[in-house]
């Protein structure tokens, strides 16, 4: 049975004109069909890799106390920790913990007319239990980041489009964002729900597992497993793509299932997205990909918008209700009013 999950060579990229046209065709294709792939010639090296799978660890070791200085209902920005049960999918709590983390930018004043995604913009919170974490997770954070802009401009070329197409929209203020996680085993949950069913809201998402599974892909009604591959990367198209394609590329449904009991994963996501300010164009398309494209998905409980400050907004109130009931108060009793 041929593998689901195709694997692709980055540095098919540098390996001439037709390599190249090839890997652009394995490009688009895999994200058409299933949304996910292996990413292996990313020029990421195993000590680099091992390096922030270690920091990862050495944090979520600490005292709880060291984790909860740093709890994410402290910032309006959703930076900082979340413990096991705390993030919400669909409604439902995941079992995980993790530290989020952007881009270490300042505040923006706030007052009248200015819009509420501004206040998504400003700085991290750092265990001061660990200093040498900010730089490990700043050096992946910068090394993921070349990779999703040779990837995202891959994307342009294979839908016959500018290999700049996406500049005008991240460059200069790009609004990727990571996060260390940690799976603990099923005896120590209260259910199998790592993370629920989701897609990703940027443009790409670059992800680093440990040897442990747990990632699995929505494909042809079934839950397929995305299990490690050493020295690779998991990668999958989030949802503005797919507004930029027109849905001729589409986000995936994808899940994390708890490990088994005593045994704990360990990942790093990182997702690349663009600017707050942002707004989405629609590509114009060569007439074969465009009769193909279908339009984005239409969810209503999930609509998707242009805006880019306004869709992440949206999701990161939807995931962290405590911080949006301490921080966003305002917009809640907007809405309540509104509905």
Do not use: C
């Amino acid at each position: 049975m041929p593998r689901i999950i195709p694997v692709l060579d980055l540095d098919r990229l540098e390996q001439g004109a037709s390599e190249l046209r090839t890997f652009l065709f394995d490009l688009r294709t895999a994200a058409r069909d299933v949304g996910f792939f292996y990413l292996s010639g990313h020029g990421i090296t195993q000590p680099e890799i091992d390096a922030v799978l270690d920091a990862a660890r050495r944090f979520f070791a600490l005292p709880e106390a060291d984790k909860l200085a740093i709890e994410m209902v402290k910032s309006p920005q959703f930076r900082g920790y979340t413990r096991a049960g705390g993030e919400l999918t669909r409604g439902k709590a995941d079992w995980r913990e993790q530290l989020d983390i952007g881009v270490e930018r300042t505040t923006i004043s706030q007052g009248p007319g200015v819009p509420a995604w501004t206040r998504l913009q400003g700085p991290n919170q750092w265990p001061a239990a660990l200093p040498d974490l900010k730089p490990a997770l700043l050096a992946w954070q910068a090394k993921a980041t070349d990779v999703a802009i040779r990837l995202l401009k891959a994307f342009a070329l294979s839908l016959d489009q500018p290999e700049d197409a996406f500049d005008p929209i991240y460059s200069s203020e790009p609004n990727h964002r990571m996060k260390i996680v940690r799976y603990p085993g099923r005896d120590a949950t209260g259910g199998d729900q790592g993370v629920g069913a989701h897609k990703d809201g940027g443009f790409l998402t670059l992800l680093l597992q440990d040897e442990n599974k747990g990632l699995q892909v929505e494909y042809d009604g079934s839950w397929v497993d995305v299990d490690p591959i050493p020295r690779t990367l998991v990668v999958n198209i989030g949802e503005l793509l797919e507004l930029a394609s027109n849905g001729y590329l589409r986000a995936t449904v994808h899940r994390v299932v708890t490990p088994p009991a005593g045994v704990e994963r360990i990942s790093v996501p990182f997702f690349f997205s663009a600017r707050l300010d942002a707004t989405i164009p629609l590509l114009d398309l060569p007439g074969e990909l465009a009769e193909e494209a279908r339009g984005p998905a239409s969810d209503p409980d999930n609509p998707l918008f242009r805006d880019v400050g306004t869709n992440v907004l949206k999701s990161r109130l939807r995931s962290h209700p405590d911080v949006a009931r301490r921080h966003y108060a305002d917009l809640l009793e907007k809405v309540a009013a509104a509905s």
